[in-house]
């Protein structure tokens, strides 16, 4: 299979079907893409309610009201947020003692705030008048019922979820989140917290991945496999049946060792691409198995990161509905010469910031490659087709 360009992976991952929506408690909703408009089912308010504490009154029973003029009312009584209100009634020469968020009673048509009010006894003396509607949250006037409230292919936020219960509404129409399994590969690798003896190393890719999809909400399971041609069959073939999304980690390149994509041929996957002209990052590929979506990322840090941040987690982005499947990219300055090579697209380490409301991009050179990816805050760009960009010239980035 040739390698492809940058561009033409990401067409490929915008070709994913986002995963079979379904109805989802509301309150399980967070992060999630609506799959669906969906529109509210009450009124909100339901009723015309008071956005104050004070009184229940008849406008013009107070229209001449003043500290220097001030109007004796009768209290018939009082209702608080919650309680029923349709015994009570306002008639000429009366109040009713009133609480923010309670239904406005019959015969009233404004609210006199507190301040505005001395109580005495079975009384209040209005010091101030209350024109027609003043404090009054009308009924809807934040949501109708039948209006539309979210749009399919919103991303819900915590805003969102607080609009979508106002409006009523119990369950959404979403789009899933992904089963994802990680597994990396590699006789040499030991789990977080086991001694690191010489010889080994941590499976830090695997780390690094299970925390970038537990920002997107998505608990992964993590499993490390030895480099074992008939073993990875096996585990393979077992995780492509229980999960949406494997992503493996090493074993991609076509060394002795490097079974990942031997193994991945023997259980009859589907190659979407192999090898993207990116550095790092090319060995990366993408297919599929049965309904699983398969990412086999390399095992160098860097390519793996890189791989993983502009193909396997679009892709994942891409299954749970994500219209902006991409992370954002936007123009910078750069505070040195960059090289890399036409005949790919080359992808450099940066910590961007912005002075004067200028972004600027200041490459990680020489804090080794663990310490250039934890410091990063975006990956510039350099496209395929050039080779150098100058110093205090404008360059895009990738931000993660």
């Not at 000429?92 to 006894?121: C, K, Q």
């Not at 095992?299 to 990161?305: F, R, T, V």
């Not at 090579?341 to 490659?369: M, V």
Request: hydrophobic share 45%; with cysteine; glycine share 8%.
């Amino acid at each position: 299979m040739a390698m492809i360009c940058l561009n033409e992976a990401l067409r490929h991952i915008k070709n994913l079907q986002p995963l079979q929506p379904v109805a989802i408690p509301l309150e399980k909703t967070l992060g999630l893409v609506c799959a669906e408009n969906t529109s509210a089912i009450v009124n909100c308010p339901t009723a015309d309610s008071s956005l104050k504490d004070g009184f229940a009154v008849a406008s013009e029973d107070i229209t001449e009201a003043s500290p220097l003029n001030p109007i004796r009312l009768s209290i018939a009584g009082a209702v608080a947020a919650g309680e029923d209100s349709a015994a009570l009634s306002v008639t000429p020469g009366y109040a009713i003692r009133i609480m923010t968020g309670a239904t406005i009673p019959s015969g009233a048509n404004s609210v006199l705030a507190s301040e505005f009010a001395h109580m005495d006894g079975d009384s209040v003396s209005a010091i101030a008048d209350a024109s027609t509607g003043r404090n009054i949250l009308a009924k809807g006037s934040d949501i109708q019922k039948d209006q539309l409230v979210v749009t399919k292919g919103t991303l819900l936020r915590p805003a969102d979820l607080g609009l979508l219960a106002a409006a009523g509404i119990k369950q959404v129409i979403c789009h899933p989140l992904p089963t994802i399994a990680v597994a990396a590969t590699g006789n040499e690798l030991v789990w977080p917290r086991e001694p690191i003896t010489p010889g080994k190393v941590a499976a830090s890719n695997m780390v690094l991945t299970a925390a970038e999809l537990k920002v997107l909400g998505i608990t992964a399971a993590t499993t490390l496999l030895r480099d074992k041609l008939e073993n990875l069959q096996e585990q393979f073939r077992s995780l492509t049946t229980k999960f949406d999304v494997l992503i493996t980690c090493g074993g991609v390149l076509d060394g002795d060792k490097d079974f990942t994509m031997k193994a991945m041929e023997k259980i009859g996957m589907e190659k979407i691409f192999h090898r993207v002209r990116i550095g790092p990052g090319k060995g990366a590929c993408m297919g599929r198995v049965g309904k699983t979506i398969v990412f086999n990322l390399p095992g160098g840090p860097p390519s793996h990161h890189v791989s993983l941040l502009l193909l396997a987690l679009p892709g994942i982005r891409r299954l749970m509905g994500y219209t902006d499947f991409l992370p954002p990219k936007r123009k910078l300055y750069v505070t040195e010469e960059l090289t890399g090579q036409e005949d790919w697209t080359q992808l450099i380490y940066c910590s961007a910031e912005s002075k004067n409301e200028t972004l600027f991009a200041n490459p990680l050179h020489g804090n080794g490659r663990l310490r250039a990816m934890a410091k990063a805050n975006a990956l510039v760009e350099i496209p395929e087709g050039t080779s150098v960009i100058d110093k205090s010239a404008i360059a895009e980035a990738w931000f993660f």
